[in-house]
């Protein structure tokens, strides 16, 4: 009869290791590499949709410990002069730490030190370890398995060893050892190495003499290279991409990731260029309490692709977002380019290749309770022929809201300094002084709102190196009242369609609006264009941006907007259409044509049939004429959350006198479990041409994944008179790709294929979103 004894030693501790998983006891003589391809005999639970090993704790009897002691449970156990314990028969030792399985356990109390034989299975917090043999020594400090193979935990990484070392410290250092990401007996890669290093409390995992196989192919060979073994930022190479380019040739990237400190880190890549040469990107981040930022620098010494020039080609961008103590705020955007077509010949991750201007601006803020105020300096530096606008150095703002103490009324105060000054030296400098001055009685309930406003606006200008023969004058003094009321009712009721329960609203508004009539013929356009016309626009205070033109107004604008609501409150239809009309026509800079009695109609639609389809669009209507000005409408169709199509149709009669007619089609959807597909078109309905091509095929496994990209698209040219005329290609094309191995970056995220979706010239607005 078998007789179990439990002994208690209180003098030894087995060294610590890397991480932690569990073991089903019915598994634990089975080797790791089997159990993977004997999905039957495995317990295992699905993360992302990929198969990872897991095991049960080891069961035991003991209870939980916190000291140093050792516990050991077996069948039988001898001990020789209280040095030497003998156990056999389903040995379990445990500790604090971790827990060994076993069929043959000696420990010798002398020389602390510990052997065992025979199905030896080794679990602490972060890793299984399936071994013939293990060797224990508290004067080497370090704990030995021969024949191994391990399982990481959370995380798939797996292998075998011929030997795997523990050390006091938790680094795992694994000889003439295996390690992938992959399920089954031959995985998709595998890592085959003299020695891998593994240690999660330094977040690194150094392999020395790998071969990378790929289905048994080796196709790699490096002599070092090192890893993060958590989701903790390391310093690194990413991974690499190659693509082709008509404009640049073959282009590969190699970024480097150094991890500088805890609020500090840089990102340097290398770009090479077949036609062009080797570009440095740069890219530094910062964090200090509530200030953090980024600095990009985008440098080629020569573009080997430019016949005229052989300046060095460059982008540099500046942004900082912060805070000082509770008020005051900062922010600055600032970039400065070598040339125009820079971003039309090399491209950047920072500006749309067809952006024709880059922001500078900075602004220091100062929030109080009831007021704030803003120094601004801001410029915006314009690509190509067009003219260059005024930079502001600087704008001051102060706003201020003061309660008055009866009913809601509101003193509303704005005021605004501003110096403009011109690049071009035979431009029109200015100074600019605004102030906006005035009451608001603001009322609302429910079911109506009431908006009433009475402002006077002062704008003072002194105006500098004004041409002979022009309209405008040194000093200008323009006075205007303005006067607003803009009210509305929310009305709703219960409605059955088709045999369900909606609400349907009814939403009029009405705002009149008068703004004195002044010539302003005498002053120049610093900061002032046409906003643009919507149905929102209809109940604006002004048609203009910035404060040079205030366009004069006597006019009321209606607008009737009725939605339907399920019994949730989720919108499912959504129809606005509204207009202005005008009581006066004011014959001046502002309006060009004195006989226009109203605005074009202007509509807006939203319906939602179910989660799958939504339509949106919007329409500017002139029936006068009884033509469109604008229009615009998407349909989306969701087949679920990675497989949608989009066709979008917009229309302008006049954009800088030229009319615009433009369809996109834009699709996501997987065709296998593996593989996704990604495609946009979009093209010119009025000169009859491709805009746009994209097709992006992606395929990703568990374990790794490949992308292939075809694109295609139309460039801009903003060169400039005797500046890089070069002659450039109307079309920029080439292919792109790809390849990750996942795990090797510390984590097992899936790629996905949004930044594909999102890849796109004229950018995607998401109609699931509120965000776009």
Not at 368 to 375: A, R
Request: hydrophobic share 35%.
């Amino acid at each position: 009869m078998l007789f179990r004894r439990k002994l208690v030693l209180l003098t030894f501790c087995l060294l610590t290791s890397v991480v932690s998983y569990s073991a089903d006891e019915n598994y634990k003589k089975h080797p790791l590499t089997k159990s993977l391809s004997q999905e039957e005999n495995t317990v295992s639970t699905l993360k992302q949709q990929c198969l990872v090993t897991t095991y049960d704790q080891i069961t035991h009897n003991f209870a939980k410990t916190i000291d140093d002691s050792i516990r050991v449970e077996a069948k039988s156990s001898s001990i020789q002069r209280n040095q030497l314990a003998t156990f056999n028969g389903d040995v379990i030792l445990v500790n604090k730490d971790h827990t060994i399985l076993a069929d043959e356990l000696a420990f010798n109390r002398e020389t602390l030190s510990l052997v065992a034989q025979g199905n030896i299975q080794y679990q602490n917090s972060g890793i299984n370890i399936f071994a013939d043999n293990i060797d224990a020594s508290h004067s080497t400090q370090k704990t030995t398995l021969g024949n191994t193979s391990y399982q990481l935990t959370d995380n798939p990484g797996h292998g075998s060893a011929s030997e795997l070392t523990i050390s006091t410290d938790g680094t795992l250092a694994l000889i003439d050892s295996t390690y992938t990401t992959c399920a089954g007996e031959r995985p998709d890669w595998q890592i085959k190495a003299s020695e891998i290093t593994i240690s999660v409390e330094e977040n690194i995992g150094q392999i020395y003499n790998a071969r990378i196989h790929v289905l048994d192919f080796p196709i790699l060979y490096l002599p070092y290279f090192s890893f993060p073994v958590t989701d903790e930022r390391k310093s690194g190479f990413l991974y690499p991409s190659i693509k082709t380019s008509s404009q640049s040739g073959l282009e590969i990237t190699t970024p480097f990731y150094w991890n500088i400190a805890e609020n500090f880190d840089a990102t340097l890549t290398p770009h090479y260029m077949s036609k062009r040469g080797t570009q440095l990107l740069t890219e530094f981040r910062y964090l200090s309490g509530e200030q953090f930022g980024n600095v990009n620098i985008e440098y080629l010494n020569k573009d080997d692709e430019l016949k005229v020039s052989n300046d060095p080609r460059y982008l540099a961008r500046f942004q900082h977002v912060g805070t000082f103590s509770t008020n005051f705020r900062a922010y600055i955007d600032f970039t400065t380019i070598s040339d125009d077509n820079y971003l039309v010949d090399i491209g950047s991750s920072q500006y749309n290749d067809n952006d024709n201007y880059l922001y500078q601006v900075g602004e220091l803020s100062y929030f109080g309770e009831s007021w704030q105020t803003t120094m601004k300096i801001q410029d915006f530096e314009v690509l190509g022929n067009n003219e260059a606008s005024y930079k502001t150095l600087p704008q001051i703002e102060l706003q201020l809201y003061q309660p008055l103490g009866y009913a809601n009324t509101l003193f509303e105060l704005y005021s605004e300094l501003s110096r403009f000054k011109s690049v071009n030296k035979e431009r029109v400098n200015a100074n600019r002084y605004h102030i906006e001055a005035g009451v608001s009685f603001p009322l609302s309930s429910p079911a109506w709102f009431l908006n009433s406003e009475l402002k006077i606006l002062h704008t003072y200008y002194q105006q500098e190196q004004i041409p002979v023969g022009s309209s405008l004058e040194e000093k200008v003094s323009r006075t205007l009242p303005k006067i607003r009321f803009h009210g509305g009712f929310n009305l709703d009721r219960a409605m059955t369609l088709f045999n369900s329960k909606y609400t349907q609203t009814l939403e009029p508004q009405v705002q009149y609006l008068y703004v004195s009539d002044v010539d302003q013929r005498n002053i120049g356009i610093y900061d002032s264009t046409t906003l643009q016309d919507d149905y929102d626009g209809l109940f604006r205070d002004r048609r203009n941006s910035g404060l040079d033109r205030i366009a004069a107004a006597n006019q009321y604008s209606w607008g009737l907007t009725s939605r339907i609501l399920d019994p949730k409150n989720t919108e499912l239809l959504r129809f606005s259409l509204g207009r202005i009309t005008y009581l006066d026509n004011f014959d001046n800079i502002n309006k060009n044509d004195n006989t226009i009695k109203e605005s074009a109609l202007a509509a807006d639609l939203f319906f939602r049939l179910n989660h799958q389809w939504q339509i949106s669009s919007d329409l500017q209507y002139n029936t006068k004429s009884s033509l469109v000005n604008k229009s615009q409408i998407n349909i989306d169709y969701r087949f679920n959350k990675n497989k949608n199509i989009q066709l979008n149709h917009r229309f302008t009669r006049d954009v800088s006198g030229n009319r615009l007619e433009q369809a996109s089609l834009v699709t996501n959807f997987p065709i296998t479990k593996d593989w996704k597909f990604v495609g946009r078109a979009t093209q010119d309905l009025i000169q009859n041409r491709s805009l746009e091509s994209y097709i992006g095929l992606q395929y990703e496994s568990c374990c790794w994944a490949i992308r292939l990209v075809h694109h295609r698209h139309i460039i801009s040219n903003f060169d400039q008179e005797d500046f890089l005329n070069e002659n450039r290609d109307e079309f920029d094309s080439g292919f792109m790709l790809q390849f990750v191995i996942k795990g090797l970056n510390g984590q097992q995220k899936s790629v996905g294929t949004e930044d594909m979706f999102d890849s796109s010239i004229f950018g995607f607005k998401r109609p699931y979103f509120l965000n776009n």
